[in-house]
């Protein structure tokens, strides 16, 4: 009887299913073009687990979270695209840049993470 209770009690005060699920990755697609990324500016929750599906309109580019381990390259147009998956983990404002070298405004090539 006493375990009865046991199992009764653990089963009501235990996380519900749905809890125990995990959550999907939210997917943004980035566009690569000399020199910019639409979107230019992406805003998530913190924790939010993200997939980036990234493809370029011209040529090869790269694509760096600075201050994260995210580096990809970004195959040239109708080569496919890169996914990659990244725990916005850390509150704050990320620059995101261009990591291969696409032309005289690589430099500039930049977005920004906002984490929440």
Do not use: N
Not at 70 to 86: F, L, N, S
Not at 107 to 116: E, F, G, P
């Amino acid at each position: 009887m006493l375990l009865k209770c046991f199992v009764v009690l653990a089963l009501a005060l235990g996380p519900s299913p749905q809890a125990l699920k995990p959550s999907s990755p939210r997917v943004i697609r980035v566009s690569a073009e000399r020199f910019a990324y639409t979107p230019s500016e992406i805003t998530v929750e913190k924790g939010t687990v993200i997939e980036f599906h990234l493809t370029s309109e011209d040529t090869d580019h790269g694509f760096r979270i600075i201050g994260t381990e995210v580096d990809v390259q970004i195959p040239k147009r109708r080569r496919g695209e890169t996914v990659v998956k990244y725990t916005a983990d850390t509150a704050g404002r990320f620059i995101i840049e261009c990591s291969r070298p696409c032309g005289a405004g690589h430099t500039a090539m930049r977005a920004t993470l906002v984490v929440k």
